[in-house]
């Protein structure tokens, strides 16, 4: 009733109707005609009844009615159906500035950002010094994963995080089964790797979290770091990597050091690995 309450006649390209309205928005059965469904089923749409309604219908009400994309997942819960993915509010999509200074004021810590479907967007120079994450390699994080030999002589336990890293992906893609970008990485990622295929028919599923990751770097040595995915609600084609130093063996100093200008210097980049 408040969204209904919002529309103008003139908005929704109806004629005002002059003196005779008594109130600014549109009358129930106006949104019923635009929305092509009944007067007294509109009616107990929004009076709560327990009717029947499908994702076309409540789409129609949607448009009409002028939601935003959060707006119309809201309807669908209220309705009780699966809600359809949350798109970026044209107001949100220069958030990737923002988004930007987070993984920068996350230095000297590796953090990368990547897009729904594991494409790296942007990340700090620690997760290059670090991660070896650099323009050479598939800007894919899933493909990188198992195709960069740098970053995989750095990994002490590949291996083992692999199996969590394809069970994460497939956790992605339960999310969107008929999309065609994830089916897109995954035919590289077989392409690209026996390995990724021998894990991804296993059909294991583990939500994005946390992972422990032990890396050798080259110059300052074993690192350990727990990283972490996180997700913006107002970004949901984001998602953004955290690699947070655990006490082991001086992580944080190490890294302190090795992102220092003394630190840069005694790199050369890319490392050999």
């Known amino acids: 009733m408040s969204r209904r309450a919002r529309i103008t006649p003139a908005v929704a390209g ?8 008594r109130t600014p928005g549109l009358r129930r059965e106006e949104v019923a005609v ?3 469904v009944g007067v007294s089923w509109y009616q107990w749409l929004e009076q709560g009844r327990d009717i029947t309604v499908s994702p076309q219908v409540l789409d ?9 994309s959060a707006e119309r997942r809201h309807l669908y819960v209220l309705a009780g159906l699966n809600p359809p ?17 987070l993984i920068d004021a996350w230095m000297p810590f590796p953090a990368h950002i ?6 790296t967007v942007m990340y700090n120079d620690a997760a290059a010094l670090v991660l070896g994450m650099r323009p050479e390699i598939v800007q894919n994080c899933l493909i990188a994963f198992f195709t960069d030999p740098l970053y995989r002589a750095r990994s002490k336990h590949w291996e083992e995080v692999a199996c ?17 970008g994830f089916r897109s990485v995954v035919e590289e990622a077989k392409e690209a790797s026996p390995e990724f295929t021998a894990l991804w028919e296993r059909r294991d599923i583990r939500p994005g ?23 913006v609600p107002a970004r949901p084609d984001l998602g953004i990597v955290l690699h947070t130093p ?3 063996a001086g992580t944080a100093e190490k890294l302190d050091w090795l992102t220092s200008p003394e630190g840069r210097r005694g790199v050369l980049y890319p490392l050999a690995g």
């Open 209 to 231: 979290g946390l992972l422990r990751k032990e890396i050798e770097h080259p110059v300052v040595g074993a690192l350990f770091f727990e990283s972490t995915q996180l997700r």
């Open 246 to 248: 655990l006490p082991e």
């Open 114 to 119: 990547m897009d729904v479907y594991w494409n």
């Open 85 to 101: 993915v949350l798109e970026v509010a044209a107001a949100d999509r220069d958030m990737c500035h923002g988004l930007k200074r």
């Open 14 to 21: 109806l004629p005002d109707g002059g003196a005779r309205r």
């Open 60 to 68: 129609a009400v949607a448009r009409v009615l002028r939601l935003t």
């Open 34 to 36: 635009l929305a092509g």
């Open 164 to 180: 969590h890293v394809v069970a994460q992906f497939r956790a992605a893609c339960s999310e969107c089964p008929d999309d065609e």
